[in-house]
């Protein structure tokens, strides 16, 4: 499966974007959605992510209440709505896929990744 991230930005503080992750194949019903951002200077981590199903999300402690992932396997494409933001989210985000995943894993644990894309928040 391809992946390709898209929809960031520069937003001030408080703001929002919608990030969309968008997949070629027609597998794409099967495999779990990861987010991922990585800033300057500091190691990847994951965002949040969904379920192969649909049936769960999972989300880093920094952005719970914050951001909502979500999938459209019509459209082949994971959201990542990102409220309230805040200088430290200022990173490349990137999506990956994991076959039949289900819950939080470590990055290394994703299949496939697509290219980032910048979001900027400026205080």
């Known amino acids: 499966v391809q992946l390709q991230a898209y929809g960031g930005g520069l937003v001030q503080a408080g703001g929002s974007l919608r990030l969309s992750c968008e997949a070629s194949g027609r597998t794409f019903g099967s495999y779990a959605i990861g987010w991922f951002r990585q800033a300057p200077g500091k190691e990847r981590e994951i965002v949040g992510g969904v379920s192969w199903n649909g049936g769960s999300t999972w989300y880093a402690e920094s952005v719970k209440g914050r951001f909502t992932v979500s999938r459209d396997n019509g459209k082949n494409t994971v959201y990542l709505q990102m409220n309230s933001l805040k200088p430290e989210d200022t990173a490349v985000y990137y999506c990956?896929?994991?076959?039949?995943?289900?819950?939080?894993?470590?990055?290394?644990?994703?299949?496939?990744w697509g290219q980032g894309t910048q979001v900027t928040v400026s205080s």
């Open positions: 990956a896929a994991d076959l039949f995943g289900s819950s939080w894993k470590e990055a290394s644990e994703y299949e496939y």
